[in-house]
């Protein structure tokens, strides 16, 4: 089965701080994707990357950069965590083409 | 623009009943669809897909019908289960997005026993 992980369930951050969100797979994925999920907006992309090193940039990635430097893992990073980034994140991985698989999802508070 | 829609928030049906979920899509580049299931605090789980040369794909008691020509799509779900409760997601992508998907809002679907 295959296992995306997200570091952490829950978070809480203060305005201006710098946030990081990791995210691993262990099925050797040339994709994943971080998407933001919103009441009434769906999941929305922000960022995904098709390999090491790569990155796209998504629907909504304002305030938002990623980083790839292992096929296994992908970090979101808000620069400057504003309240709007308020949400629940979810990582996902894929094989070209297939089903992506998720993570449990972080849900993430800017005080 | 909101390329993948599902216009109905909710959804509330009797436990044994059927439950019908719609999306709808406005990119005629849209080739492959797919249905998630989400419950709180969990991620969302593949649970059916269909390709644009089939207009219909049936899983158990899941069934997903496509109306290209109304860029319709919808899921079935007979018998409905009190377990069946949850967020469900549609998604589409298409040749030219790659892995890429796009999803509409979602519809909360609950099954009451």
């Known amino acids: 089965d295959v296992k995306v992980t997200q570091s952490s369930r829950y978070l809480v951050k203060r305005t201006g701080e710098k946030v990081f969100l990791e995210c691993v797979q262990d099925m050797d994925h040339e994709n994943m994707f971080w998407y933001r999920q919103d009441p009434g907006l769906g999941l929305r992309l922000i960022y995904f990357s098709y390999d090491v090193k790569m990155k796209e940039k998504g629907d909504i990635p304002e305030g938002y950069s990623v980083s790839r430097e292992k096929k296994e893992r992908f970090s979101l990073i808000l620069e400057s965590a504003s309240t709007n980034q308020t949400s629940m994140y979810l990582c996902?991985?894929?094989?070209?083409?297939?089903?992506?698989?998720f993570g449990d999802g972080t849900r993430l508070s800017i005080l | 623009d909101q390329q993948v829609k599902q216009n109905s928030p909710s959804l509330s049906v009797q436990e044994g009943r059927i439950s019908i979920l719609n999306c709808d899509y406005t990119?005629?580049?849209?080739?492959?669809f797919l249905w998630y299931k989400k419950y709180p605090a969990e991620g969302p789980t593949f649970l059916i897909s269909i390709s644009s040369i089939k207009d219909k794909n049936e899983d158990g008691r899941f069934t997903v019908f496509l109306n290209k020509s109304a860029k319709h799509l919808s899921l079935h779900i007979v018998p409905s289960q009190p377990g069946d409760s949850a967020v469900y997601f549609c998604a589409a992508s298409g040749e030219t997005s790659g892995s890429r998907l796009t999803f509409g809002e979602g519809t909360q679907l609950t099954v009451n026993p």
């Open positions: 996902a991985s894929t094989t070209r083409p297939g089903t992506q698989h």
């Open positions: 990119n005629s580049m849209f080739d492959y």
